[in-house]
Nanobody, 122 residues
Framework: QVQLVESGGGLVQAGGSLRLSCAAS????????MGWFRQAPGKEREFVAG????????YSADSVKGRFTISRDNAKNTVFLQMISLKPEDTAAYYC???????????????WGKGTLVTVSS
């Protein structure tokens, strides 16, 4: 089992920045591919960014490219999502997830955190 706990969400003005963190426990962290997903009210959960177990490869959705950066610290069992130039459309609950597969779809994630809310005001 893997437990994931997100933190760092909050209210920010458009153009601002936030850094989300996700602390993991329960399994060797470096074997897990880690991802960030988000879900806005009335919408499906969508992939935001992902990172390989070593941190050597990262992936991101087109909608956040150039603005969001995923990183990880395997010594601290933590994954981060640095978000800059935030837009109102980034408002959503953000979830940390872990997988041992090579697929980034929500259905392929093996473990989920409970989420942290990000609200971007215009």
């Amino acid at each position: 089992q893997v437990q994931l706990v997100e933190s760092g969400g909050g209210l920010v003005q458009a153009g601002g920045s936030l850094r989300l963190s996700c602390a993991a426990s329960g399994r060797t962290f470096s074997v897990l591919r880690m991802g960030w997903f988000r879900q806005a009210p009335g919408k499906e959960r969508e992939f935001v960014a992902g990172i390989s177990g070593s941190g050597g490869a990262t992936y991101s959705a087109d909608s956040v490219k150039g603005r969001f950066t995923i990183s990880r610290d395997n010594a601290k069992n933590t994954v981060f999502l640095q978000m800059i130039s935030l837009k109102p459309e980034d408002t959503a609950a953000y979830y940390c997830a872990a997988t041992i597969t090579s697929n980034w779809s929500p259905s392929s994630m093996n473990y989920w955190g409970k989420g942290t809310l990000v609200t971007v005001s215009s």
